[in-house]
């Protein structure tokens, strides 16, 4: 019994170590853009303005995948 609990053990540790990681320095080279705010502001070629959308600063635009969408 003790085997099979060490078995499962080892197979989470193996399939956390092979999940995928986001890409953090493709991500952390893009400044953060909003929009919708009172200036105007839109969203560069291929983003999506996703909220929540406050009055002073507006919402944050995103790089979504292509089954991806915002919430808000």
Same mark, same amino acid.
């Given at each position: 019994?003790?085997?099979? +609990?060490?078995?499962? @053990? %080892?197979? +989470? %540790?193996? /399939?956390? @170590? &092979?999940?995928?990681?986001?890409? &953090? &320095?493709?991500? &952390?080279?893009? %400044?953060?853009?909003?929009?919708?705010?009172?200036?105007?502001?839109?969203?560069?070629? /291929?983003?999506? !303005? !996703?909220?929540?959308? +406050?009055?002073?600063?507006? /919402?944050? !635009?995103?790089? @979504?995948?292509?089954?991806?969408?915002?919430? +808000?």
């Amino acid at each position: 019994m003790a085997r099979f +609990f060490v078995a499962i @053990l %080892a197979l +989470f %540790a193996v /399939g956390a @170590l &092979a999940a995928p990681v986001d890409d &953090a &320095a493709a991500t &952390a080279e893009v %400044a953060t853009s909003h929009c919708a705010n009172e200036a105007g502001d839109v969203c560069p070629e /291929g983003f999506t !303005c !996703c909220g929540p959308i +406050f009055e002073d600063v507006g /919402g944050i !635009c995103r790089k @979504l995948g292509p089954d991806e969408i915002c919430i +808000f």
